[in-house]
């Protein structure tokens, strides 16, 4: 499975912004697709997770009721759509791929390249 994520940059605290990452590969739609975050210093972070059959979808409390994950099966692509971004959302943000939900990052063995998100004040 091969993941690219694209969409990131620069925007101002308060502002939206949407990333995508497609998805290709054997088998793919058996997965779920997580996002993933890392800012500098710091661990990679989980922020939210959809599975691709069921579409159930969970996220990190630092970004719910702000974030959004969908995906386009026609696409085959996952989409974070973020609003209300905040400074602290400031980050290299990741999809990847999981044989299940899951909020570890341990449990995802398919990573796209990071897209950067950088929020200003």
């Known amino acids: 499975v091969q993941l690219q994520a694209s969409g990131g940059g620069l925007v101002q605290a308060g502002d939206s912004l949407g990333l995508s990452c497609a998805v290709s590969?054997?088998?793919?739609?058996?997965?779920?697709v997580g996002w993933f975050r890392q800012a500098p210093g710091k661990d990679r972070e989980f922020v939210g997770v959809?599975?691709?059959?069921?579409?159930?979808?969970t996220y990190a409390d630092s970004v719910k009721g702000r974030f959004t994950i969908s995906r386009d099966n026609a696409k085959n692509t996952v989409y974070l759509q973020m609003t209300s971004l905040k400074p602290e959302d400031t980050a290299a943000y990741y999809c990847?791929?999981?044989?299940?939900?899951?909020?570890?990052?341990?449990?995802?063995?398919?990573w796209g390249q990071g897209t950067l998100v950088t929020v200003s004040s």
């Open positions: 959809i599975s691709w059959i069921s579409a159930i979808k």
């Open positions: 590969g054997p088998s793919f739609r058996n997965h779920a």
């Open positions: 990847a791929t999981a044989h299940f939900l899951s909020s570890a990052p341990g449990d995802y063995d398919n």
